[in-house]
């Protein structure tokens, strides 16, 4: 997500470079880095091999909806002023539970504020964990909050965990048997890499670093945004069944600190949201569109 | 929707999405869905009742743990504190599906054999505090009276404008379930239910009926009177 700051300079070279032709190789690679190794040539690969990670991710790779990539031409039509063409971005499956999750996630943070509601702070009666809580004793106002009342913010909280493990699963799943994780997924050879990006974000480096389909701080956000969720639901289920799964709830320091961690991956889930939705509207526009029908046109063609 | 001026399509759907807020602001589900929700909290007690496990135990603590009494909250749902008019004539009826219903004076309930613990109390509003309770196993209860085959439930009710809950006999019937007449280490306080009330560490505290009058065994799913209003019918932890 932080590398759409880079849109507005439009001597990016990764966003300058791409298959905005839908037939053109992106570059070779630079250097070692493996991310930006040479990708097959040939139409219908181009986008597809824009970003191939490991040596034998060609191989795995599931190439999906190459014939859709590979005739982008026809969808240039109302738009055929010099624009880009139109190129595929996102698969279905990853459309569908973005926005599965848009909708159930904000559900489960409304209704979990209810909930929260009814005992506005943290630690056992009587304590105080030493923790942070800027809403400490302070009731989550109406706006934010699912359920009406306590009852009714259970009953959201507790319907809606199952299509968000459903619906996590499923994206889980895809990215797993599509290959897709490969682009996504942070490792440690990363860290280097979000180092020099985020020099380029600072200005202390004059050109943007060589990535694939994401660079090295967008892996960061995206594995960590799944991480964020994981922990979510672990800590959802030490608190709802603290006793069963107390092995868990002992993980997480008890039940009383699983209920603060619980709530802390509110906050941020909410930074997430409120960085990535301004991102997509001050930076990349065009990117609102790909994750409703999949097209994508816009200045990031290469990134996917 | 590629053809859709782009414009337009997003002030539609900043439109849509802030109404659709709006509406569901502080909102409870509505006529319609609300009965929904409450169906689906079935298939949420079912999957409560499979992770139940019969000989998980509730952790326990050292006394030295406990909540300062005055932390740990009482409350009933009658006006004013349930009292008995006459305490000595007080008994507790047990029966429904039974081979022996019984009536059983507090005296005899606490020769019975006894359990002792320091345990969490896990509340739904999400607060928790630590007391020791002191009782009779509810199985101990259920061994005197004989439930019959057919009992699959458990009614517990009070004497606080008819507060009740009902109980799968599996939870009953865990070690740790207990009739308690003891908190931290003295009588029940009318606060706390006295003379009797029901107490499980494996349980939201709203499961553990205060203010016992009659337990009755059943083949028919009993409510109760959160759980009728939309609280988890299982609450358990």
């Known amino acids: 997500m932080p590398d759409e700051e880079t849109a507005p300079d439009a001597g990016d070279p990764v966003a300058g470079e791409s298959a905005q ?41 599931v190439v999906t909806e190459t014939a859709e990539s590979a005739v982008p031409t026809t969808r240039d039509a109302p738009t055929a002023t010099a624009a880009p063409p139109f190129v595929r971005r996102h698969h279905w499956i990853v459309r569908l539970t973005h926005w599965v999750n848009t909708v159930v996630l ?20 009587g304590t105080k964990l030493p923790l942070p809580n800027p809403l400490d004793m302070h009731p989550v106002p109406r706006w934010a909050r699912l359920g009406g009342w306590l009852a009714g913010g259970l009953s959201w909280h507790f319907f809606l965990m199952w299509p968000l493990v459903l619906n996590g699963l499923l ?23 979000a180092i020099e990006m985020q020099k380029y974000y600072l200005r202390l480096r004059r050109e943007h670093p060589p990535q694939g389909k994401h660079n090295a701080l967008q892996k960061g956000a995206y594995s960590f945004i799944v991480v964020l969720g994981m922990l979510s639901v672990l800590t959802g289920l030490s608190l709802w069944k603290p006793v069963q799964l107390s092995w868990l709830t002992a993980l997480f320091g008890g039940y009383e600190l699983a209920r603060y961690w619980h709530f802390v991956a509110v906050w941020l889930f909410a930074a997430f949201i409120a ?30 | 929707m590629i053809e859709l001026d782009r414009r337009r399509f997003l002030l539609g759907a900043a439109t849509a999405g802030a109404s659709a807020l709006g509406t569901a602001c502080g ?26 496990s019969g000989t998980q135990r509730a952790r326990e603590y050292p006394p030295a743990r406990r909540t300062p009494d005055a932390e740990f909250p009482g409350y009933h749902v009658s006006d004013d504190v349930p009292a008995l008019v006459d305490p000595a004539a007080w008994r507790l009826r047990v029966g429904g599906l039974v081979r022996k219903p019984a009536d059983l004076a507090l005296d005899r309930i606490v020769a019975l054999p006894r359990v002792s613990y320091t345990v969490k109390h896990h509340c739904v509003e999400g607060w928790t505090a630590i007391a020791t309770w002191a009782g009779v196993p509810f199985h101990v209860v259920a061994e005197l009276v004989e439930p019959l085959p ?25 070690p740790q379930t207990i009739l308690a007449y003891a908190y931290n280490d003295r009588p029940l306080m009318p606060d706390h239910g006295a003379p009797l009330r029901l107490y499980s560490p494996t349980k939201l505290g709203y499961k553990s009926t205060k203010y016992l009058l009659a337990v009755e065994f059943t083949d028919r799913k009993p409510g109760g009177y959160w759980e009728d209003q939309g609280y988890p019918w299982f609450g358990g932890l």
């Not at chain 1, 994780?181 to 050879?189: E, I, K, N």
């Open chain 2, 150 to 174: 057919a009992a699959r439930y458990v009614n517990f009710r009070s004497f606080d404008s008819g507060y009740s809950n009902g109980w799968d006999l599996p939870s009953a019937m865990h």
């Open chain 1, 171 to 193: 994206y889980l799943g895809y990215l797993l048997f599509s290959g897709e994780w490969r682009p996504l997924l942070f490792r440690p050879r990363d860290v280097t890499p």
């Open chain 1, 106 to 125: 904000v559900g489960m943070m409304a209704s979990g504020l209810q909930i929260y509601n009814a005992y506005e702070r943290f630690g056992i009666r």
């Open chain 1, 21 to 61: 032709t839908g037939g053109a190789s992106p570059p070779a690679a630079p250097s070692a880095e493996p991310v930006m190794s040479a990708p097959p040539s040939g139409p219908a690969d181009a986008e597809e091999a824009a970003a191939p990670e490991a040596p034998t991710a060609g191989a795995e790779r």
């Open chain 1, 275 to 304: 960085v990535h939705v301004i991102l997509v509207f001050v930076v990349d526009p065009a990117s609102l569109r790909a994750i409703i029908t999949g097209w994508y046109r816009g200045r990031f063609p290469s990134h996917d």
């Open chain 2, 27 to 52: 909102w409870g589900g509505g006529r319609v869905l609300s009965p929904k929700l409450m169906a689906w909290s079935g298939v949420n007690d079912w999957v409560s009742a499979r992770l139940f």
